[in-house]
């Protein structure tokens, strides 16, 4: 099973390697959109900078189990869940956590790209300054310019940085979306689907960035598209309804499966 649909799968460079610190720890986690069940005992650990994907078909708890990582979910009426989520060890549901220092902690990349009806400027300042990060022009400006640089986008927008983000392509918007991500100097990366609506070269720009930025963060990405897990994702875990089926090395996932559900996934015989 070395291929999908008989194309090669090309890994990336880098490969998971024990003794990486574990970022995120997740033990017995179920979940419920009122008596709707979205989780059932998913247990996975997500190690700091490396990309994990999460892969599996439409409805089986990919997003759900993201959105739970910064605890998005509980905005959302009716929403439950029970088991453990760790944050470099430390319990996120503790009452003491202040949740939007937390959340600072996320930075989070939608499917589509969604920059703010502000400037450029604007777009990756706010954040940092609402969360003090940044006080003053100068500061705000140079915080800018670094989150830019981090996103590869400072040599395209630096002279049209009061520009709308919306005037951007939408290679460039998700670029900004990431930049914006970043303005909070996050521990982790939260990436739903986000080359989805990207054309093959702006998905390669974003898939190159992303290998830069897991250098210094952890970053969990959702994706349907097989070769781009291979491709950006150091490990990968597959989901179905509801269920963690797999977990392991991407290579191993991608080559070596052990179940039959995960081997038909990859393989393109299901999903």
């Known amino acids: 099973m070395s291929a999908i649909g008989h194309t090669p799968l090309h890994f990336g460079d880098g490969r998971h390697h024990d003794g990486r610190p574990v970022k995120l720890t997740v033990r017995d986690v179920s979940a419920w959109y009122g008596e709707k069940q979205a989780l059932d005992g998913v247990t996975i650990d997500i190690y700091d900078r490396e990309t994990t994907a999460f892969i599996g078909p439409s409805g089986c708890g990919k997003s759900t189990l993201l959105r739970s990582f910064n605890r998005i979910n509980e905005t959302i009426d009716g929403f439950r869940l029970t088991g453990e989520i760790l944050l470099d060890g430390q319990d996120i549901f503790d009452p003491g956590i202040e949740l939007d220092r937390f959340r600072a902690r996320f930075g989070w990349v939608a499917q589509s790209p969604n920059p703010f009806p502000w400037s450029i400027h604007e777009n990756v300042a706010y954040g940092a300054r609402i969360h003090g990060l940044v006080s003053g022009h100068a500061e705000a400006d140079a915080h800018v310019e670094a989150c830019l640089r981090r996103a590869n986008l400072w040599d395209e927008v ?30 982790v990366l939260l990436m739903d689907e986000p080359c989805s609506a990207l054309d093959p070269i702006a998905t390669g720009h974003v898939e190159e960035l992303m290998e830069e930025l897991r250098r210094h963060l952890a970053i969990v990405i959702i994706t349907h598209n097989m070769q781009q897990a291979a491709r950006v994702a150091q490990r990968t875990a597959y989901f179905h309804l509801g269920e963690l089926i797999e977990a392991g090395d991407t290579e191993d996932i991608f080559i070596r499966p052990k179940t039959r559900l995960c081997a038909d996934y990859v393989t393109g015989r299901f999903g």
């Open 158 to 187: 630096k002279d049209i940085l009061h520009d709308p983000g919306t005037s951007l392509s939408g290679g460039q918007q998700q670029r900004l979306c990431i930049a914006r991500a970043l303005s909070t100097h996050p521990d």
